[in-house]
């Protein structure tokens, strides 16, 4: 088997919490795997054990690797190629210290089996920081009301990255409710 067929066969299951959720600023990204059937949606899944899941600057959806603290997040769970899963961790930021890809144990919404898959949670360099400047307080879903205060990366701060972004947020002392951009 050659190197590309070995890519398309390859899967591994993707949960997704924010914006690559149908109907969301992200899951373009989503959709076109699907059209080049490199990836496939499983449906609306659940994680297993509470995780907080809060928004950041430019209301930026994270999931944080605190297992026990949070919620049970909803969400939805693909199966993604190989190269499906180098695009989305370029999406993603995984190289530059954005997002980390890690295993989650999920079941479906209505608490079927237990599946192990993988999704992006906020990186380890700024994760529990990110959690405590919420107050400690998250969300059991990202729904359309935060989608729709998402600000896109053409819309953001020029000239910075978003690793400094984030650092920027958690060392001001911005008032929570107020969109960071």
Known sequence: MSTSQESKSKQTLIFTYGTLKRGFANHYLMQDLMNENAAVFLGPYITYQPYPLVCGPYNIPYLIHLSGSGNRVKGELYSVSMEGLARLDELEGTKIGHYDRLPVEI???????????????ANKSYGERLWVKKGKVGMNE????????????????????????????????????????
């Open 142 to 181: 990202y729904n359309m009301t935060d989608g729709k205060l998402y600000v896109k990366p053409g819309d953001r701060a020029k000239g910075r990255r978003i690793v400094d972004d984030i650092e920027l947020f958690l060392s001001s002392i911005q008032r929570l409710d107020q969109p960071f951009g």
């Open 107 to 121: 079941q479906s919404e209505e608490g079927e089996g237990l599946v192990k898959a993988e999704a992006y949670f």
